[in-house]
């Protein structure tokens, strides 16, 4: 099994930074894809941002500008840098990953997410 655990979370007052991580462990031979989704009450997941191993990456429209994704390859990790923070996107962030366990098999994992509040 792959564990994602994130951390960063909190609160802040709108024009704030926040950086968030996830760390991937367990039994992993390859991470492919790693990114970050949010979802807000009463509303559906949403992709915040996507990086790649090899570095490639994507935002979703509304935080394109103010967030940026970044991985540490050897430690399995992800973050996310988030800055010019808004109050409407105060969510849950959950970090998913994807690519191939110890013994072959692939996996795709989502951490148990970290709560985002921003206030105005």
């Known amino acids: 099994q792959v564990h994602l655990v994130e951390s960063g979370g909190g609160l802040v007052q709108a024009g704030g930074s926040l950086r968030l991580s996830c760390a991937a462990s367990g039994s992993i031979f390859s991470i492919n894809a790693m990114g970050w989704y949010r979802q807000a009450p009463g509303k559906q997941r949403e992709l915040v941002a996507g990086i790649t191993s090899g570095g490639s990456t994507d935002y979703g429209d509304s935080v394109k500008g103010r967030f940026s994704i970044s991985r540490d390859n050897a430690k399995n990790t992800v973050y996310l840098q988030m800055n010019s923070l808004k109050p409407e996107d105060t969510a849950v962030y959950y970090c998913?990953?994807?690519?191939?366990?110890?013994?072959?098999?692939?996996?795709?994992?989502w951490g148990q997410g970290t709560q985002v509040t921003v206030s105005s």
């Open positions: 998913s990953a994807g690519g191939t366990a110890g013994l072959g098999k692939s996996f795709a994992s």
